[in-house]
Protein backbone atom coordinates (compact mmCIF):
# COMPACT_ATOMS: atom_id res chain seq x y z
CA UNK A 1 0.00 0.00 0.00
CA UNK A 2 2.78 2.31 -1.39
CA UNK A 3 1.48 4.08 -3.93
CA UNK A 4 -0.36 6.96 -5.38
CA UNK A 5 -4.00 5.23 -6.74
CA UNK A 6 -4.60 3.59 -3.90
CA UNK A 7 -5.20 7.08 -1.39
CA UNK A 8 -8.48 7.18 -3.62
CA UNK A 9 -9.48 3.40 -3.87
CA UNK A 10 -8.19 1.81 -0.58
CA UNK A 11 -10.82 1.33 2.81
CA UNK A 12 -10.66 4.40 4.66
CA UNK A 13 -9.60 2.52 7.85
CA UNK A 14 -6.95 0.46 6.46
CA UNK A 15 -5.50 2.89 4.22
CA UNK A 16 -5.74 5.55 7.44
CA UNK A 17 -4.14 2.84 9.70
CA UNK A 18 -1.51 2.12 7.38
CA UNK A 19 -0.57 5.83 6.78
CA UNK A 20 -0.77 6.99 10.37
CA UNK A 21 1.14 3.96 11.48
CA UNK A 22 4.15 4.89 9.06
CA UNK A 23 4.12 8.39 10.31
CA UNK A 24 3.83 7.64 13.95
CA UNK A 25 6.55 5.25 13.43
CA UNK A 26 8.15 8.31 11.98
CA UNK A 27 8.15 10.81 14.67
CA UNK A 28 8.37 7.84 17.24
CA UNK A 29 11.69 6.81 16.20
CA UNK A 30 12.77 10.74 16.28
CA UNK A 31 10.76 10.79 19.38
CA UNK A 32 13.64 7.35 20.94
CA UNK A 33 16.18 10.19 19.54
CA UNK A 34 15.35 12.78 21.50
CA UNK A 35 14.81 11.33 24.34
CA UNK A 36 18.09 9.12 24.46
CA UNK A 37 20.22 12.00 23.29
CA UNK A 38 18.85 14.10 25.91
CA UNK A 39 19.99 10.41 28.21
CA UNK A 40 23.51 10.94 26.80
CA UNK A 41 24.22 14.80 27.27
CA UNK A 42 22.92 14.59 30.83
CA UNK A 43 24.50 11.51 31.88
CA UNK A 44 27.61 12.65 29.63
CA UNK A 45 27.70 15.94 30.41
CA UNK A 46 25.77 16.66 33.07
CA UNK A 47 21.94 18.62 34.06
CA UNK A 48 23.13 21.80 32.95
CA UNK A 49 24.14 21.17 30.07
CA UNK A 50 20.96 19.49 28.52
CA UNK A 51 19.17 22.90 29.81
CA UNK A 52 21.93 24.73 27.75
CA UNK A 53 20.55 21.94 24.84
CA UNK A 54 17.09 23.01 25.64
CA UNK A 55 17.74 26.69 25.24
CA UNK A 56 19.02 25.84 21.73
CA UNK A 57 15.25 24.18 21.05
CA UNK A 58 13.45 27.13 20.25
CA UNK A 59 15.91 28.30 17.32
CA UNK A 60 15.43 24.52 16.20
CA UNK A 61 11.78 24.97 16.28
CA UNK A 62 12.10 28.51 14.22
CA UNK A 63 14.09 26.64 11.51
CA UNK A 64 11.45 23.82 11.83
CA UNK A 65 8.06 26.11 11.12
CA UNK A 66 10.08 27.14 8.11
CA UNK A 67 10.47 23.85 6.82
CA UNK A 68 7.11 22.65 8.25
CA UNK A 69 5.57 25.46 6.32
CA UNK A 70 6.85 24.68 2.61
CA UNK A 71 6.42 21.47 3.50
CA UNK A 72 2.71 21.13 4.77
CA UNK A 73 1.72 23.80 1.83
CA UNK A 74 3.96 21.72 -0.79
CA UNK A 75 2.09 18.61 0.49
CA UNK A 76 -1.38 20.08 -0.19
CA UNK A 77 -0.85 21.03 -3.40
CA UNK A 78 1.07 17.95 -4.43
CA UNK A 79 -1.47 15.47 -2.93
CA UNK A 80 -3.93 17.53 -4.52
CA UNK A 81 -2.38 17.82 -7.80
CA UNK A 82 -1.76 14.38 -8.23
CA UNK A 83 -5.70 13.67 -7.07
CA UNK A 84 -6.47 15.62 -10.55
CA UNK A 85 -4.13 14.19 -11.82
CA UNK A 86 -1.71 16.61 -12.55
CA UNK A 87 2.14 15.69 -12.30
CA UNK A 88 3.85 18.93 -13.59
CA UNK A 89 1.97 21.32 -10.97
CA UNK A 90 2.97 18.59 -8.29
CA UNK A 91 6.57 18.44 -9.69
CA UNK A 92 6.51 22.75 -9.81
CA UNK A 93 4.68 22.70 -6.06
CA UNK A 94 8.00 20.90 -4.75
CA UNK A 95 10.31 22.42 -6.58
CA UNK A 96 9.27 25.38 -4.79
CA UNK A 97 9.34 23.65 -1.63
CA UNK A 98 12.80 23.09 -1.97
CA UNK A 99 14.06 26.77 -3.46
CA UNK A 100 12.51 28.18 -0.66
CA UNK A 101 13.83 26.11 2.05
CA UNK A 102 17.33 26.32 1.29
CA UNK A 103 17.14 29.68 0.59
CA UNK A 104 15.83 30.27 3.99
CA UNK A 105 18.29 27.81 5.97
CA UNK A 106 21.10 30.01 4.24
CA UNK A 107 19.62 32.93 5.58
CA UNK A 108 19.31 31.37 9.01
CA UNK A 109 23.00 30.15 9.02
CA UNK A 110 24.24 33.42 8.69
CA UNK A 111 21.99 35.31 10.84
CA UNK A 112 21.63 32.93 13.39
CA UNK A 113 25.38 32.52 13.40
CA UNK A 114 26.17 36.44 13.77
CA UNK A 115 23.63 37.29 16.46
CA UNK A 116 23.98 33.48 18.41
CA UNK A 117 24.94 34.73 21.95
CA UNK A 118 22.14 37.80 22.31
CA UNK A 119 19.12 35.25 20.86
CA UNK A 120 20.52 32.59 23.52
CA UNK A 121 20.38 35.33 26.13
CA UNK A 122 17.02 36.12 25.09
CA UNK A 123 15.69 33.08 25.27
CA UNK A 124 17.01 32.91 28.76
CA UNK A 125 20.69 31.47 29.43
CA UNK A 126 22.86 32.43 32.19
CA UNK A 127 26.32 32.36 33.13
CA UNK A 128 25.98 28.98 33.79
CA UNK A 129 24.24 27.40 30.28
CA UNK A 130 25.19 30.05 27.50
CA UNK A 131 28.82 28.42 27.21
CA UNK A 132 27.33 25.06 26.38
CA UNK A 133 24.60 26.64 24.74
CA UNK A 134 26.63 28.51 22.42
CA UNK A 135 29.10 25.49 21.45
CA UNK A 136 25.82 23.39 20.47
CA UNK A 137 23.78 26.06 18.89
CA UNK A 138 27.18 26.91 16.53
CA UNK A 139 26.87 23.22 15.35
CA UNK A 140 23.03 22.62 15.00
CA UNK A 141 22.70 25.96 12.78
CA UNK A 142 25.97 25.35 10.82
CA UNK A 143 24.19 22.61 9.48
CA UNK A 144 21.02 23.97 9.17
CA UNK A 145 20.81 23.50 5.00
CA UNK A 146 20.11 19.83 6.33
CA UNK A 147 17.57 19.62 8.53
CA UNK A 148 14.42 18.85 6.47
CA UNK A 149 14.02 15.48 4.27
CA UNK A 150 10.33 16.55 3.32
CA UNK A 151 8.97 13.56 4.30
CA UNK A 152 5.92 15.29 4.01
CA UNK A 153 5.58 15.92 0.26
CA UNK A 154 6.78 12.11 -0.02
CA UNK A 155 3.68 11.01 2.03
CA UNK A 156 1.67 13.21 -0.46
CA UNK A 157 2.04 10.90 -2.94
CA UNK A 158 1.81 7.95 -0.99
CA UNK A 159 4.95 6.76 -0.44
CA UNK A 160 4.47 6.19 3.12
CA UNK A 161 7.10 3.92 3.56
CA UNK A 162 10.22 5.94 1.86
CA UNK A 163 8.89 8.31 3.86
CA UNK A 164 9.27 6.35 7.20
CA UNK A 165 12.75 5.92 6.01
CA UNK A 166 13.81 9.43 5.60
CA UNK A 167 12.97 8.92 9.81
CA UNK A 168 14.38 5.73 10.73
CA UNK A 169 17.71 6.30 8.98
CA UNK A 170 18.86 9.19 9.57
CA UNK A 171 18.19 8.67 13.68
CA UNK A 172 19.63 5.23 13.64
CA UNK A 173 22.81 7.22 12.18
CA UNK A 174 22.59 9.78 14.97
CA UNK A 175 21.85 7.54 17.78
CA UNK A 176 25.38 5.60 16.49
CA UNK A 177 26.82 8.90 16.57
CA UNK A 178 26.32 10.46 19.58
CA UNK A 179 27.73 7.93 22.22
CA UNK A 180 30.54 8.14 19.94
CA UNK A 181 31.17 11.61 19.71
CA UNK A 182 30.20 12.63 23.33
CA UNK A 183 31.97 9.27 25.36
CA UNK A 184 33.98 8.15 23.22
CA UNK A 185 35.98 11.29 21.71
CA UNK A 186 34.65 13.33 24.46
CA UNK A 187 33.47 15.99 22.85
CA UNK A 188 29.91 17.30 25.24
CA UNK A 189 27.57 18.58 23.74
CA UNK A 190 29.41 19.55 20.46
CA UNK A 191 29.23 15.75 19.77
CA UNK A 192 25.60 16.01 20.67
CA UNK A 193 25.49 18.27 17.83
CA UNK A 194 27.71 16.93 15.29
CA UNK A 195 25.62 13.80 15.88
CA UNK A 196 22.56 15.11 14.88
CA UNK A 197 23.83 16.85 11.98
CA UNK A 198 25.04 13.62 10.63
CA UNK A 199 21.87 12.18 10.66
CA UNK A 200 20.57 15.15 8.77
CA UNK A 201 22.69 15.12 6.54
CA UNK A 202 22.10 11.42 5.54
CA UNK A 203 18.23 12.45 5.06
CA UNK A 204 19.20 14.92 2.93
CA UNK A 205 21.00 13.11 1.12
CA UNK A 206 17.94 10.82 0.40
CA UNK A 207 15.28 13.40 0.22
CA UNK A 208 17.39 14.60 -3.16
CA UNK A 209 18.15 11.22 -5.15
CA UNK A 210 14.36 10.62 -4.26
CA UNK A 211 12.56 13.76 -6.04
CA UNK A 212 15.15 14.61 -8.34
CA UNK A 213 16.94 11.07 -9.25
CA UNK A 214 14.48 8.40 -8.53
CA UNK A 215 12.45 7.20 -11.42
CA UNK A 216 9.60 5.09 -10.75
CA UNK A 217 7.34 8.37 -9.47
CA UNK A 218 4.54 10.24 -10.90
CA UNK A 219 7.01 13.34 -11.51
CA UNK A 220 10.63 14.15 -10.88
CA UNK A 221 11.95 17.83 -10.03
CA UNK A 222 13.82 19.37 -12.81
CA UNK A 223 15.90 22.74 -12.62
CA UNK A 224 13.22 24.13 -14.24
CA UNK A 225 10.65 23.54 -11.10
CA UNK A 226 13.23 25.15 -8.87
CA UNK A 227 12.51 28.37 -10.55
CA UNK A 228 9.92 30.96 -8.72
CA UNK A 229 6.51 30.31 -9.66
CA UNK A 230 4.38 33.45 -8.22
CA UNK A 231 1.26 31.42 -7.91
CA UNK A 232 2.84 28.33 -6.95
CA UNK A 233 4.69 30.38 -3.97
CA UNK A 234 1.57 32.35 -3.05
CA UNK A 235 -0.65 29.06 -2.58
CA UNK A 236 2.19 27.14 -0.77
CA UNK A 237 2.74 29.74 1.80
CA UNK A 238 -0.72 30.21 2.04
CA UNK A 239 -1.25 27.11 2.66
CA UNK A 240 1.48 26.56 4.82
CA UNK A 241 1.59 29.58 6.91
CA UNK A 242 -1.06 27.99 9.55
CA UNK A 243 2.24 25.49 10.32
CA UNK A 244 4.80 27.89 10.73
CA UNK A 245 2.81 30.53 12.50
CA UNK A 246 2.38 27.15 14.60
CA UNK A 247 6.14 26.50 14.55
CA UNK A 248 6.60 30.09 15.64
CA UNK A 249 3.95 30.13 18.91
CA UNK A 250 5.65 26.97 19.86
CA UNK A 251 9.26 28.31 20.04
CA UNK A 252 7.78 31.94 21.84
CA UNK A 253 6.01 29.55 24.08
CA UNK A 254 8.80 27.71 25.00
CA UNK A 255 11.12 31.11 25.44
CA UNK A 256 8.03 32.22 27.59
CA UNK A 257 8.38 29.22 29.29
CA UNK A 258 12.26 28.84 30.07
CA UNK A 259 12.70 33.18 31.11
CA UNK A 260 9.62 32.29 33.22
CA UNK A 261 11.62 29.61 35.11
CA UNK A 262 15.39 30.83 35.11
CA UNK A 263 14.75 32.75 38.07
CA UNK A 264 13.85 29.62 39.99
CA UNK A 265 17.15 27.80 39.08
CA UNK A 266 19.38 25.42 36.61
CA UNK A 267 17.55 22.72 38.58
CA UNK A 268 13.40 23.97 37.24
CA UNK A 269 15.00 24.34 33.57
CA UNK A 270 16.15 21.32 34.07
CA UNK A 271 12.96 20.06 35.16
CA UNK A 272 11.55 21.46 32.07
CA UNK A 273 14.00 19.97 29.90
CA UNK A 274 12.99 16.82 30.56
CA UNK A 275 9.00 17.34 30.79
CA UNK A 276 9.25 19.31 27.15
CA UNK A 277 11.01 15.75 25.63
CA UNK A 278 9.21 13.74 27.23
CA UNK A 279 5.37 15.35 26.41
CA UNK A 280 7.04 15.47 22.49
CA UNK A 281 7.39 11.66 23.02
CA UNK A 282 3.82 10.57 24.22
CA UNK A 283 1.77 13.02 21.82
CA UNK A 284 3.95 11.62 18.53
CA UNK A 285 1.28 9.23 17.57
CA UNK A 286 -1.52 11.99 17.88
CA UNK A 287 1.42 14.21 15.52
CA UNK A 288 1.93 10.94 13.67
CA UNK A 289 -2.35 10.93 12.86
CA UNK A 290 -2.36 14.70 11.86
CA UNK A 291 0.27 13.74 9.36
CA UNK A 292 -1.25 11.12 8.24
CA UNK A 293 -4.38 12.01 7.49
CA UNK A 294 -2.71 14.75 4.94
CA UNK A 295 -2.54 12.76 1.83
CA UNK A 296 -5.52 10.86 2.07
CA UNK A 297 -7.77 14.28 2.20
CA UNK A 298 -6.09 15.83 -0.04
CA UNK A 299 -6.15 13.16 -2.55
CA UNK A 300 -9.33 12.34 -2.00
CA UNK A 301 -10.47 16.19 -1.74
CA UNK A 302 -8.94 16.28 -5.70
CA UNK A 303 -11.03 13.82 -6.71
CA UNK A 304 -14.03 14.75 -5.06
CA UNK A 305 -14.35 11.86 -2.92
CA UNK A 306 -16.06 13.83 -0.30
CA UNK A 307 -17.34 10.76 1.86
CA UNK A 308 -13.83 9.64 2.04
CA UNK A 309 -12.57 12.53 3.15
CA UNK A 310 -15.23 13.04 5.92
CA UNK A 311 -14.58 9.47 7.01
CA UNK A 312 -10.83 10.27 7.39
CA UNK A 313 -11.83 12.83 9.48
CA UNK A 314 -14.03 11.04 12.03
CA UNK A 315 -11.90 8.11 12.35
CA UNK A 316 -9.00 10.01 13.09
CA UNK A 317 -10.69 12.41 15.72
CA UNK A 318 -11.80 9.07 17.44
CA UNK A 319 -8.28 7.63 16.98
CA UNK A 320 -6.44 10.69 18.43
CA UNK A 321 -8.68 11.47 21.68
CA UNK A 322 -7.92 7.28 22.65
CA UNK A 323 -4.02 7.56 22.08
CA UNK A 324 -3.98 10.84 24.04
CA UNK A 325 -5.61 9.35 26.81
CA UNK A 326 -3.41 6.27 26.95
CA UNK A 327 -0.58 8.37 26.68
CA UNK A 328 -1.89 10.49 29.55
CA UNK A 329 -2.14 7.36 31.90
CA UNK A 330 0.86 6.37 31.22
CA UNK A 331 3.07 9.39 32.04
CA UNK A 332 1.10 10.54 34.96
CA UNK A 333 1.67 7.05 36.59
CA UNK A 334 5.01 6.61 35.36
CA UNK A 335 6.32 10.15 35.86
CA UNK A 336 8.84 8.99 38.82
CA UNK A 337 10.41 6.20 36.66
CA UNK A 338 10.37 8.68 33.87
CA UNK A 339 12.38 11.39 35.74
CA UNK A 340 14.85 9.25 36.90
CA UNK A 341 15.41 7.53 33.64
CA UNK A 342 17.61 11.33 33.22
CA UNK A 343 18.19 13.20 36.25
CA UNK A 344 19.32 11.89 39.25
CA UNK A 345 19.53 15.65 41.53
CA UNK A 346 16.67 15.40 43.88
CA UNK A 347 15.80 18.60 43.47
CA UNK A 348 15.40 18.79 39.44
CA UNK A 349 13.68 15.20 39.67
CA UNK A 350 11.20 15.91 42.29
CA UNK A 351 10.10 18.88 40.09
CA UNK A 352 10.03 16.94 36.98
CA UNK A 353 8.17 14.22 38.04
CA UNK A 354 5.45 16.68 39.20
CA UNK A 355 5.55 18.82 36.04
CA UNK A 356 4.91 15.62 34.47
CA UNK A 357 1.69 14.69 36.47
CA UNK A 358 0.13 18.04 35.87
CA UNK A 359 1.28 18.42 32.23
CA UNK A 360 -0.22 15.12 31.11
CA UNK A 361 -3.84 16.09 31.75
CA UNK A 362 -3.57 18.09 28.41
CA UNK A 363 -2.05 15.29 26.57
CA UNK A 364 -5.58 13.79 26.25
CA UNK A 365 -6.81 16.55 24.32
CA UNK A 366 -3.64 18.29 22.68
CA UNK A 367 -3.70 16.03 19.35
CA UNK A 368 -6.90 17.72 18.03
CA UNK A 369 -5.71 21.38 17.16
CA UNK A 370 -2.97 20.11 15.08
CA UNK A 371 -5.73 17.72 13.69
CA UNK A 372 -8.30 20.12 12.83
CA UNK A 373 -5.67 22.50 11.12
CA UNK A 374 -4.37 19.74 9.15
CA UNK A 375 -7.76 19.11 7.92
CA UNK A 376 -8.21 22.74 6.13
CA UNK A 377 -4.70 23.02 4.94
CA UNK A 378 -5.41 19.58 3.06
CA UNK A 379 -8.37 20.70 2.16
CA UNK A 380 -6.41 24.17 0.49
CA UNK A 381 -8.31 26.09 3.27
CA UNK A 382 -5.76 27.38 5.56
CA UNK A 383 -8.64 29.99 6.97
CA UNK A 384 -9.15 28.44 9.96
CA UNK A 385 -5.86 27.27 10.97
CA UNK A 386 -4.52 30.61 10.80
CA UNK A 387 -7.10 30.93 14.04
CA UNK A 388 -6.34 27.87 15.48
CA UNK A 389 -2.60 28.46 14.94
CA UNK A 390 -2.73 32.65 16.16
CA UNK A 391 -5.09 32.09 18.70
CA UNK A 392 -4.23 29.07 20.93
CA UNK A 393 -0.91 30.89 21.24
CA UNK A 394 -1.61 34.06 21.34
CA UNK A 395 -4.74 34.30 23.02
CA UNK A 396 -4.81 31.35 25.22
CA UNK A 397 -1.23 29.89 26.15
CA UNK A 398 0.67 33.18 26.49
CA UNK A 399 -1.72 34.72 28.68
CA UNK A 400 -1.92 31.38 30.85
CA UNK A 401 1.84 31.19 31.38
CA UNK A 402 2.23 35.35 32.03
CA UNK A 403 -0.42 35.32 34.43
CA UNK A 404 -0.39 31.59 36.41
CA UNK A 405 3.59 32.15 35.70
CA UNK A 406 3.10 34.55 38.96
CA UNK A 407 2.77 32.13 40.94
CA UNK A 408 6.30 30.05 40.19
CA UNK A 409 7.22 26.94 39.11
CA UNK A 410 3.60 25.28 39.78
CA UNK A 411 1.86 28.07 38.03
CA UNK A 412 3.38 27.26 34.69
CA UNK A 413 3.02 23.61 35.14
CA UNK A 414 -0.69 23.98 35.72
CA UNK A 415 -0.89 27.11 32.88
CA UNK A 416 0.83 24.35 29.82
CA UNK A 417 -1.90 21.97 30.10
CA UNK A 418 -4.74 24.54 30.68
CA UNK A 419 -3.65 25.80 27.58
CA UNK A 420 -3.84 22.55 25.84
CA UNK A 421 -7.53 22.09 27.00
CA UNK A 422 -8.67 25.59 26.09
CA UNK A 423 -7.31 25.29 22.28
CA UNK A 424 -8.70 22.13 22.15
CA UNK A 425 -12.28 23.15 22.61
CA UNK A 426 -11.60 26.36 20.26
CA UNK A 427 -10.93 24.12 17.77
CA UNK A 428 -13.38 21.39 18.28
CA UNK A 429 -16.20 24.31 17.89
CA UNK A 430 -14.20 25.74 14.72
CA UNK A 431 -14.84 22.42 13.30
CA UNK A 432 -18.34 22.00 14.26
CA UNK A 433 -19.20 25.21 13.24
CA UNK A 434 -17.69 24.74 9.47
CA UNK A 435 -19.42 21.18 9.40
CA UNK A 436 -22.79 23.00 10.47
CA UNK A 437 -22.32 25.63 7.53
CA UNK A 438 -21.28 23.28 5.24
CA UNK A 439 -24.84 21.15 6.11
CA UNK A 440 -26.79 24.68 5.29
CA UNK A 441 -28.82 23.99 2.10
CA UNK A 442 -27.64 27.42 -0.34
CA UNK A 443 -30.24 29.82 -1.03
CA UNK A 444 -31.38 30.23 -4.35
Given at each position: ???????????????????C????????????????????????????????????A????????????????????????????????????????????????????????????????????????????????T???????????????????????????L?????????????????????????????????????????????F????????????????????????????????????????L?????????????????????C???????????????Q??????????????????????????????I??G?????????????V?????????????????????????????????????????????????????????????????????????????????????????????????????????
Amino acid sequence: MDAPDQLGTQPVGRLLWWACSQTTLSVGVYGVYALTNAWFVARGVGATALAAVNLVAPLLLLLGAVATTVGVGGASVVSRALGRRDPTSAARAAGTAFALYWATAIAVTILGLAFLTPLLQLMGATDATLPDAQAYGTVIIGGAIFATGFSAIVRAEGRMLFSTMLWVVPVLVQIILDPILIFGFDLGVVGAGLGTIGGQAVSASMAVWFFFLRRDRPYRIGLTHLRPHPATVRELIAIGTPSFLAGIGVTLLAVLVNATLAAAGAAVLAAYAVCARVQKFVTMPQTGIAQGIQPIIGFNAGRFLDDRVERTRVLASRATLIVGGIAAAVVALGADALVSVFLDEADAAASAATALRIIAVGIVVAGIPPLVSVYFQALGRPAISYGISIGSIVAVKVPLVLLLGLLGPLGVWIALPLGELVSAAAAWWLLRRDRRRASLPSEA
